[in-house]
T-cell receptor, first 116, second 111 residues
Framework: KAGVTQTPRYLIKTRGQQVTLSCSPI?????VSWYQQTPGQGLQFLFE?????QRNKGNFPGRFSGRQFSNSRSEMNVSTLELGDSALYLC?????WGTGVSQPQHFGDGTRLSIL | GEDVEQSLFLSVREGDSSVINCTYT??????LYWYKQEPGAGLQLLTY?????DMKQDQRLTVLLNKKDKHLSLRIADTQTGDSAIYFC???????????FGSGTRLSIRP
């Protein structure tokens, strides 16, 4: 069974640009979550999608947005990039039956975004 | 509040046992996780324990949970060089599909 796949693995952008990251969850997983990992702040929750709806959101500005498609694949978008957005962005998927009980999350290898 | 704390570094001799400790604050958490991160990689789910369990053993890994003290530990028996990594403790809630992570413990192995 294939794991969580994130593309691209590496990305270099400049300040002010926007970027879209992609995540394909494990087959059958309907919940997709996004996290930002930086040396200073550690791992921080961005948002979670289930059945094409944002179900939970962390404390990030509106420049960070996401969406989920009917096949559970998810994209994350960051607009007006800032130097501080340089980070490893991790996607995780979990088997969720919509019962409100969380299931273990499985992570991809991440997209490393560098802002020049 | 949501907070998970763990020590930043641990150094052990090859062949010894490693014990990584973690404390958390929210008693309503349902799952407690241990993830492993190697350089340049994502997070690998090592093991997890339900909040109504005290212990879980999986080959070289033993997880102990003390709910009263909100303390979680991961013991790695017969530590090998391949165990060198950062280990993250994390808690999840039934009402929210998000995970709160600790800052990670960097495990280094001495020959």
């Amino acid at each position: 069974k294939a794991g969580v796949t994130q593309t691209p693995r590496y990305l270099i952008k400049t300040r002010g640009q926007q970027v879209t990251l992609s995540c394909s969850p494990i087959s059958g997983h309907r919940s997709v979550s996004w996290y930002q990992q930086t040396p200073g702040q550690g791992l921080q929750f961005l948002f979670e999608y289930f059945s094409e709806t944002q179900r939970n959101k962390g404390n990030f500005p509106g420049r960070f947005s996401g969406r989920q498609f009917s096949n559970s694949r998810s994209e994350m978008n960051v607009s007006t990039l800032e130097l501080g957005d340089s980070a490893l962005y991790l996607c995780a998927s979990s088997l969720d039956w919509g019962t409100g009980v969380s299931q273990p999350q499985h992570f991809g290898d991440g997209t490393r975004l560098s802002i020049l | 509040g949501e907070d998970v704390e763990q020590s930043l570094f641990l150094s052990v001799r090859e062949g010894d046992s490693s014990v990584i400790n973690c404390t958390y604050t929210d008693s309503s958490s349902t799952y407690l996780y241990w993830y492993k991160q190697e350089p340049g990689a994502g997070l690998q789910l090592l093991t997890y324990i339900f909040s109504n369990m005290d212990m879980k053993q999986d080959q070289r890994l033993t997880v102990l949970l003390n709910k009263k003290d909100k303390h979680l530990s991961l013991r790695i028996a017969d530590t090998q060089t391949g165990d060198s990594a950062i280990y993250f403790c994390a808690e999840a809630y039934s009402s929210a599909s998000k995970i709160i992570f600790g800052s990670g413990t960097r495990l280094s192995i001495r020959p």
